[in-house]
């Protein structure tokens, strides 16, 4: 663990600009206080330093007012030039003593910000060793940002809506990491009960309460030397935070039914889909507790706004079932207008469906009731839309809770009774059956 952790360190990322425009080149920054994407046109002169009218403004002190000039003109690689600034300009750790070149891949480092090259139109996809495809630009300046924050110590807090792949993004960070040759471990708080949150985290003893039959250690210990990976973490609740923020600043775990303490050396990544600053509005998320898991921050765009890489993903996902089907030009339109509401998860399951059903060439009729043009030609109608929409909400919080009816009720923010009624209205689920998840055993 490392010792206290200031919050002014948070680092996002903004993925504001168009990355449609083939005749531009993008410039990922990263710095202590945050992270942006900065277009790159062709023939451009940009600047780079701390002048407010810079192209690439740097909020770094070790930075000149106009530290260093990049233009990039359709090549492979971008020409930088130093002025003559006062720290100098770094491209892969070497000093710059005259004009010099950032390729892809190459890190120019100024001050404490790092400026990362991405080149427009990549010819195939970019599938890292965690296996995450980033053919849109925007994922690919995800992953560079990933892999720099990579090399801290801090804990990172990933965000994102439900299926955008924060479980992948975790992984990629671990394997860039040099916590690599640790272990992985991830626990989804979402899907335990709150009685059994505390033994998953830090362990019991034996005998600390009924059916513990014998001493176990936790998903902390489990983690020691590698990195441990709390997913949904804000639902845990308001008790087990109080002892994962003892953790957290301690770097000691103790088993419930014990007074020992175990030193740990974990770095933990938290992944939420909630607001948590919202939640610590509500009352329902510690505050001191969010200082310290966002540290360092990426939040995951979702599906809808990285259309680039939405076929990439279904032809990968065709593959791994065994299928060597293509897709039809006009599911292909379908496909990259959809909003995906369920993001990855989502695309994968029409993809399942049109693989299992569909022939060589899947048209727009494999993908029917997953795509929003489709269902509005079969339906005629706004109310029938707005009800494939809630439908395919719903099915998207079951698959992130994993069937448990009362997390995915307080996801979509409405009662068990309330989710209970909606899917014997879309016919997802019979009463009966619904009932029997009823954790109280209520009929």
């Known amino acids: 663990m490392t010792g206290p952790i200031q919050r002014e360190a948070r680092t996002t990322i903004d993925f504001g600009p168009s990355l449609r425009d083939r005749d531009t080149a993008f410039v990922v920054v990263v710095e202590s206080t945050g992270s942006k994407l900065v277009e790159l046109p062709r023939g451009v002169e940009l600047s780079v330093g701390r002048s407010r009218s810079s192209g690439i403004f740097l909020d770094d002190a070790a930075a000149s007012r106009l530290h260093a000039l990049l233009v990039w003109r359709g090549g492979g690689d971008a020409r930088v030039i130093d002025p003559g600034s006062r720290n100098g300009t770094f491209i892969d750790g070497r000093r710059l003593d005259g004009p010099g070149t950032l390729g892809p891949g190459m890190h120019m480092t100024i001050g404490g910000a790092t400026l990362t090259l991405l080149l427009p139109a990549p010819k195939t996809a970019t599938i890292p060793p965690s296996g995450i495809v980033a053919e849109d630009l925007r994922s690919q300046a995800l992953l560079v940002a990933a892999r720099r924050l990579a090399q801290t110590r801090l804990s990172i807090l990933l965000l994102g809506e439900t299926g955008v792949g924060k479980e992948l993004i975790a992984n990629h960070i671990h394997e860039c990491s040099a916590r690599a040759s640790g272990p992985l471990v991830g626990l989804n708080c979402g899907a335990i009960s709150e009685s059994l949150a505390e033994s998953c985290l830090f362990g019991h003893e ?60 974990v770095r933990v990544i938290a992944a939420t889909h909630r607001d948590l600053d919202a939640r610590v509005r509500e009352g329902a998320f510690r505050a001191d507790l969010l200082y310290r898991l966002d540290v360092l921050r990426l939040e995951i765009p979702p599906l809808r706004e990285r259309p680039d890489d939405i076929l990439p993903l279904a032809q990968r996902m065709l593959s791994e079932l065994g299928r060597h089907c293509q897709i039809g030009e006009d599911a292909q339109r379908l496909l990259r207008a959809h909003p995906w509401p369920g993001n990855v998860r989502q695309l994968r399951n029409a993809v399942a469906r049109a693989a299992t059903l569909g022939g060589e060439v899947l048209g727009v009729a494999d993908f029917r009731g997953f795509t929003a043009a489709q269902r509005a030609d079969a339906a005629g109608s706004l109310e029938h839309v707005v009800d494939n929409v809630e439908r395919d909400t719903i099915v998207a919080a079951l698959e992130a809770c994993d069937g448990n009816q009362t997390h995915a009720a307080s996801r979509l923010g409405i009662t068990r009774r309330a989710l209970i009624y909606r899917m014997e209205k879309h016919g997802l689920k019979p009463a009966a059956r619904a009932r029997s998840h009823d954790p109280r055993g209520k009929k």
């Open 206 to 265: 034996r005998g600390a309460f009924t059916g513990a039959d014998k001493a176990r250690e936790g998903m902390f210990e489990s983690a020691d030397g590698g990195t441990l990976l709390l997913d949904e973490v804000g639902e845990l609740s308001l008790r087990s935070q109080a002892r994962l923020l003892r953790t957290l600043e301690n770097g000691t775990v103790v088993r419930v039914g014990s007074t020992k303490e175990r030193a740990v050396d």
